[in-house]
């Protein structure tokens, strides 16, 4: 059996060294981004499932009022992937569908359901508003039911529609948030974070484990930088 010459040794020992050093760093940074989304997926759906049951429960009790609260709370856990916002927001939009039906037409549950159904897509927009057609049909719907409130209540005098158009130009005029840029500046300081720390796992350390200098410098600074960012950024929007 001949033996291969020691060039091609050499070459197929780089080779498969290679290969173990890319698998290890594959698997350095799925393990990383599993740490940093594990947590917050876990959270967004722990929380709405937990205000879901507690919304069921008030239901079973007899609590609508209690239940609408869960609902609302429920429906601001959002989180693209998770079903639980949804399933809440399509319950407050039957719940009101429901009192609207009801011979009792009990006006001021069906406007809590539409409100917090609203409330609930405003507080969980970022670049743009989740459920844009959905935001606006609760829009002309509450505008109808605030109308027909302030007539039903003597607060108003001439015609209802006046009224209507009236609220429902407010209720469009989606309120900016109080701090836009310092939002916005934590969002993305949290994502540099993450890439930050991806590219000094894959970039700043060797195969080794050992720091390769200047890289390692410079990924770290950006690590630093960003996570410094997101904290400040993060207690000044709130």
């Not at 050499?10 to 290969?19: E, K």
């Not at 319950?91 to 609930?120: F, G, I, Q």
């Not at 009224?163 to 840029?181: G, I, K, Q, V, Y």
Request: aromatic share 6%; charged share 25%.
């Amino acid at each position: 059996m001949e033996k291969a010459p020691p060039e091609e040794g050499s070459a197929a020992r780089h080779g498969s060294d290679g290969r173990r050093s890319l698998a290890r760093r594959a698997g350095v940074t799925a393990l990383f981004v599993a740490l940093c989304v594990a947590p917050i997926v876990g959270r967004v759906a722990l929380e709405g499932r937990s205000e879901l049951d507690l919304a069921g429960e008030a239901e079973r009790a007899g609590d609508p009022d209690t239940q609408i609260i869960h609902l609302g709370r429920a429906a601001r856990w959002r989180l693209p992937g998770l079903s639980y916002h949804q399933a809440a927001i399509d319950r407050l939009l039957a719940l009101a569908a429901e009192y609207e039906a009801s011979e009792e037409d009990d006006m001021a549950r069906e406007l809590s359901c539409l409100r917090e159904v609203r409330r609930a897509l405003l507080s969980t927009r970022h670049a743009f508003v989740p459920g844009a057609e959905t935001l606006d049909e609760v829009n002309v719907r509450i505008a109808s039911l605030m109308a027909r409130q302030e007539y039903q209540l003597g607060m108003k005098t001439g015609a209802e529609a006046e009224a209507r158009r009236w609220h429902l130009e407010r209720l469009r005029a989606t309120p900016a948030p109080s701090r836009p840029f310092v939002a916005m500046l934590a969002s993305w300081s949290f994502v540099g974070w993450v890439l930050a720390s991806l590219g000094f796992l894959l970039w700043g350390i060797d195969a080794r484990g050992k720091l390769r200098g200047r890289q390692a410098v410079r990924w770290g600074a950006a690590f630093l930088l960003s996570l410094v960012a997101w904290m400040v950024s993060t207690a000044l929007a709130r």
